[in-house]
Nanobody, 115 residues
Framework: QVQLVESGGGLVQPGGSLSISCAAS????????VAWYRQAPGKQRQLVASMSASGFADYVDSVKGRFTISKDNTKSTVYLRMNDLKPEDTAMYYC?????????WGQGTQVTVSS
């Protein structure tokens, strides 16, 4: 059973930056895609960014140019660098790895953008 643990969330002012991490209990990112989702109170969970096993990255339009997903296979860790944060980026952020037949999720890390 793969464990995913997110960390690095916190409170940041609008226009600020934050990096969050997702550490896996085993080296899963070299063979599987990974994605970051977020969920704000009262809203549906939303795909934010994804990266294929080969390293191809994709983003939802609202974060393009501001967020960067990356991974370090040697550390079994995926990162999400978030720049120029806006209040609407406030949410719980989750990483997930679809590894059929299972779909692994972390417990989430809270990002709050507020002055």
């Amino acid at each position: 059973q793969v464990q995913l643990v997110e960390s690095g969330g916190g409170l940041v002012q609008p226009g600020g930056s934050l990096s969050i991490s997702c550490a896996a209990s085993e080296n899963i990112f070299n063979n599987h895609a990974v994605a970051w989702y977020r969920q704000a109170p009262g809203k549906q969970r939303q795909l934010v960014a994804s990266m294929s096993a080969s390293g191809f990255a994709d983003y939802v339009d609202s974060v393009k140019g501001r967020f960067t997903i990356s991974k370090d296979n040697t550390k079994s860790t995926v990162y999400l660098r978030m720049n120029d944060l806006k209040p609407e980026d406030t949410a719980m952020y989750y990483c997930t790895v679809p590894a059929w037949p299972k779909n692994y999720w972390g417990q989430g890390t809270q990002v709050t953008v507020s002055s």
